[in-house]
RNA sequence: GGGCAAGUGGUGGAAUGGCAUACACGAUAGACUUAAAAUCUAUUGACCGUAAGGUUGUGAGGGUUCAACUCCCUCCUUGCCCACCA
């Protein structure tokens, strides 16, 4: 008969809330901080969710019942603009919209029987949680971190606010995917950039990150060296500078090229006579959008604007051209051109007829891509690998890596350029024209300019009544009780900055607030925060693989500058789950293909939904929704019920010799996320108790290990056997090495490599008595036929190799 | 274009130099049943063979080794991230 499990999840949900089982505080004990990431409170959860904190909460209890303190807590990152176009939806306030998805949110959470201490909660949408936000604004403001200035921003004019570079995706909104414009505005930025040289050198104590992660970051911070190279103006002397990661080519330099909207361009062109045709073709640039530019297999287009420059390091005059694939933005805003070690300099000079010059040479014969070429004319495409100099005055011969350091050195004391380092991080901009996040606790006065508000005035509460419509702009500025304050440096008239911050923020603390999240003196408390802190175990999506963790760390480098934490990094050990796929896809609502985890804890319950997805694929793989698979989850549970009902006096020996092997073999897969061959072991161990039948002490380890995976259904077994309290305050099974010691080993014996018998042997046999044997046996007789060997291979305990 | 993963039965996956396909799903057969479901038992990579057994087999090709899914080289495919980045 099936268990039933509606009435035994409820029976102990309720159990582990009334009697705290998982609340946790400071103590004695060692700490594990185990934290997923927290949910945007959408009011359902859904597979990602369900698989997210499935790991974290096996992980949890596993380490409580290793005698660890485990802090397990849970919140909600709850600002943010789907509250607000819901609200207009739904006509109500994103105030009481998002409070009721938190309800909903957490009756769901609870019905996965997750093992969190629901004490220590948290929304960032609370004024007790984003007055500390604001706290942190205000002491980066005065360590001069954070700061305003005007310039042209990420715009997109459907969500009607301002984007982060980390926000912009191949052009567009990460949200909405609407094309981002650009628009001049004075907006708050961080100075994430003080901190580029610590975010990249940090990455390396990251040891327990994902590879990919770490790469992504790098990436992201996009540390280059290289040298900025002075070119001038033929006809005014002006710098032209330009950056370049291989000065070892730039005696092969033959042409410059400045992006359309680069100052000098008007200068160039002007009373020249091709200035009409250069403007349009500047004009015809501007209209492209971002996208189209950077699409690859679009021509690169390019005009000569009639102007030279002279290369510093030969004094030749090379011409100066605009063209659309330099941009503005990176490095100088210009380029030189060697169209001979780079290809799209190479395509481009093709396309133009413009000279080139070799200026390396592969190491022919040594190097294997290497025909040296003799003329430009028969080179089919650049050169780009490594090399040795040639055309390159002083420096030819010297291999181009060496050449590249003393062309640097010696460029810089000719004073022809400079080594620099060039980086792809930018400040990051927190300025969003949107209601539903933390007011920037600024009052702006015409006398004292930009005032912060003191901070005995935090909270500046969001106001809840705002009229916003959801058509743009900062719908604080429209209400007056909020915006008209008085300067609380002059108490002459003072507006309020009605921008919020970008929710971003919110979410690069949370993990601190989550050791003290009652504390009302600071945003969380310096003793609480040494004992928890760092997290051991974080566990999310690969989407925050930059923003989320690169702010953080961020956030952690700043307190720590500050003197409230005494360490570097937040996150010691990292795990990104994978998708939950259905028909090869990720489940989204647009493809239809969504699994409501409500209706399969509905049908199966919250423990055959958790054993199936542990089951199924290792936790960083993708994972395929299989309805049949679910089934011989639920199945399994059962299999394990029936063996209660037939417990014998006392197990046999080789049972308990399995049930060892299990317990190692378990301990070790769940330390390190193997849930897979945990519960593939588990099996194991159910199907030996079919054969030869369990005694009550066997089944009782079988119960604790299962317990961190089916945590409701081995509570019921638990106290149905008679054991008093919760299974998670039970210790984990300790297994015994010598009973793990075997007397006899199967051997597999091969002849060339081909296994052709299998011999029983006691484990400390010698070698002389395993070639007997071996030599005595019929079944290799065939294969021997009386040749001498060539060579005898024993591998002790596992095979023996005879080559003939 | 650059970086990082990955590619194993009908399916999800296991094995990190030493028995390829653990565990499960599915399928087939049997037991139980009036019958079905559930449960239990057995078989299940492919090919040849009545069988014993043999051959072959981890994306493709090469290499190292007594021995390669695993290490090295070349290539193909898929996924993810970054990208006219100078």
Known sequence: MDYNFKEIEKKWQDYWQKEKVFKSSVSDAPKFYCLEMFPYPSGKIHMGHVRNYTIGDVYSRYKWMQGFNVLHPMGFDAFG?????????????????????????????????????????????????????????????????????????????????????????????????????????????????????????????????????????TNWIGKSQGVEIYFRLKSNNQIIPVFTTRVDTIFGATYIVLAPEHPLVKEIIKDNPREKEVLKFIEKVGKETKVVRISSDIKKEGIFTGGYATNPVNNEDVPIWVADYVLMEYGTGAIMAVPTHDQRD????????????????????????????????????????????????????????????????????????????????????????????TPIPVIYCKKCGAVPVPYHDLPVELPKDAPFTGEGGSPLGKVKEFVEVKCPECGGTGRRETDTMATFFDSSWYFLRFCSPEFNKEPFNVQEAKYWMPVDQYIGGIEHAILHLLYSRFFTKFFKDLGMIDFNEPFKHLLTQGMVLKDGEVMSKSKGNIVDPDSIIDKYGADT??????????????????????????????????????LKDKADH?????????????????????????????????????????????????????????????????????????????????????????????????????????LEMPTDVSEDKLREMVLKEEKLKPWLQNKPFNNFIVVPRKLINIVV
């Not at 005065?142 to 200035?149: F, R």
């Not at 481009?348 to 025909?371: D, S, T, W, Y």
């Not at 369990?694 to 945590?711: G, H, Q």
Request: proline residues 3%; aromatic residues 12%; glycine residues 6%.
């Open 609 to 646: 939904l958790r054993l199936f997805m542990l089951f199924a694929a290792p936790p960083e793989t993708e994972l395929e929704w299989d309805d049949r698979g679910l089934e011989g989850a639920y199945k399994f549970l059962n299999r394990v019920l029936r063996i209660k009902n037939d």
């Open 654 to 758: 080789g049972l308990v010799k399995v049930m060892h092997k299990i317990i190692k073999k378990v301990t070790d897969d769940i330390e390190s996320f193997k849930f897979n061959t945990a519960i593939a072991s588990l099996m194991e161990f159910v199907n030996a108790i079919y054969q030869s039948g369990a005694d009550e002490r066997v089944f009782t380890n079988l119960i604790i290990m299962l317990s961190p995976i089916a945590p409701h259904f081995c509570e019921e077994i638990w106290q149905s056997l008679g054991n008093n309290g919760s299974i998670f305050k039970a210790s984990w099974p300790k297994y015994d090495p010598g009973l793990l010691v075997e007397t006899t080993v199967t051997m597999v014996i091969q002849v060339n490599g081909k296994v052709r018998a299998r």
């Open 81 to 217: 603009q789907p509250a607000e176009n819901a609200a207009i939806k739904n006509k109500t306030k994103p105030d009481e919209w998002t409070h009721k998805c938190i309800d909903w949110m957490k009756i769901e959470l609870k019905k996965m029987g997750f093992s969190y201490d629901w004490d220590r909660e948290v929304s960032t949408c609370d004024s007790g949680y984003y007055k500390w936000n604001q706290w942190i604004f205000l002491k980066m403001l005065e360590k001069g971190l954070a700061y305003k200035k005007a310039s042209d921003v990420n715009w997109c004019s459907s969500c009607a606010t301002t984007l982060a570079n980390e926000e912009v995706i191949e052009g567009g909104c990460w949200r909405c995917h609407n094309k981002v414009e650009l628009k001049e505005l004075e907006q708050w930025y961080l100075k994430i950039t003080d901190y580029k040289q610590h975010l990249l050198d940090d990455l390396k104590l990251l040891n327990d990150w994902p590879q990919r992660v770490i790469a992504m970051q």
């Open 346 to 437: 190479f395509l481009f000079a093709k396309e133009h007829n413009l000279p080139m010059r070799i200026v390396i040479q592969p190491a022919a014969p040594a190097c294997p891509a290497g025909r040296q070429a003799q003329s430009t004319d028969e080179m089919t495409e650049a050169y780009v690998g490594e090399g040795f100099q040639v055309n390159s005055g002083q420096f030819n011969g010297l291999s181009n890596q060496e050449a590249k350091i003393k062309i640097a050195e010696w460029m810089e004391k000719n004073k022809y350029g400079q080594i620099q380092t060039h980086w792809r991080l930018r400040d990051w901009l927190i300025s969003r024209q949107r209601y539903w996040g």
